[in-house]
């Protein structure tokens, strides 16, 4: 059901790849609420993905970019403006990959050329993208700026690794940034810390399933779906949040204010058999 909360606005969704994508949702939810939109990946997603098929439901053009690019995203945000035909209302960062996590490797045996890729690709973007948009101009006046974030920013999770450096970092960027693009351009931003969510980027982090059901019983609303973190999104992108800026905002079904739940206490019965080496020992890593 349409509210018609982003009626007239232009947005900029980064990181649709496929249906299980949050941006994907985030992106559909947008155009129903009456916005504009472009959609940005990296060519290769844009190529082995899905996007295209998102772009022609929606009438929104796709234009390739690697986030981590500043030519690039110069590109996206003048070629937007061009193309929605004025300044942009909201833009989502839904970006992050871990080399390491790809590869298996863990934390306390990082490759360090993957590890910078890790935080160029999920948070040192985020900065570029703003930063680019500023110097543009590109963002209307108490526009929306808002990026995918994880509790692991603040909480140690088993198999996240260097993925949760690179949230710490995305937040640290929102509150930096967002301090100097409020004081001189009323322009918000905003992180959103959603539940483990099934996407293509979050199965690769091992024991996926098993935090998705733990967090679940944690919860006392349960997980937040992607459907429910569009929703959120959207409100905002909308006119109704004019004055939230610089938060963390937690979209997790209450599981961040949560010490121990009846339901996850009952799991602790289950052993860590799948989770040792040859001989018996428990890989923490």
Known sequence: MSHNLLKGKRGIIFGALNEMSIAWKVAEKAVEEGATITLSNTPIAVRMGEIDALAQKLH???????????????????????????????????????????????????????????????????????????????????GSIVALTYVAAQRTFFGYNDMADAKSLLESITRSFGYIYGREKNVRINTISQS???????????????????????SPLGNATAD???????????????????????????????????????????????????????IYG
């Open 60 to 142: 929104a053009e796709v234009i390739p970019a690697d986030a981590t690019s500043v030519e690039d995203l110069q590109t996206v945000f003048s070629q937007s403006v061009d193309i929605l035909g004025g300044p942009i209302d909201f833009v989502l960062h839904s970006i992050g990959m871990s080399p390491n996590v790809r590869k298996k490797r863990t934390y306390d045996d990082l490759d360090y050329d993957m590890l910078s890729k890790t935080l160029d690709i999920s948070a040192i973007s985020f900065h570029k993208m703003l930063q680019v948009a500023k110097k543009q101009n590109a963002i209307a006046e108490f």
């Open 196 to 218: 483990p969510t099934v996407t293509t980027a979050g199965s690769g982090v091992k024991g996926m399933e098993h935090l998705l059901d733990f967090s679940d019983k944690m």
């Open 228 to 282: 429910e973190c569009a929703d959120y999104c959207i409100s905002l992108f909308s006119d109704l949040t004019r004055k939230v800026t610089m938060q963390n905002l937690f979209h997790d079904g209450g599981f961040s204010s949560m010490g121990m739940s009846l339901r996850a206490m009952n799991q602790y019965s289950k052993g860590l058999e799948e989770f040792c080496d040859e001989n018996g020992n428990i």
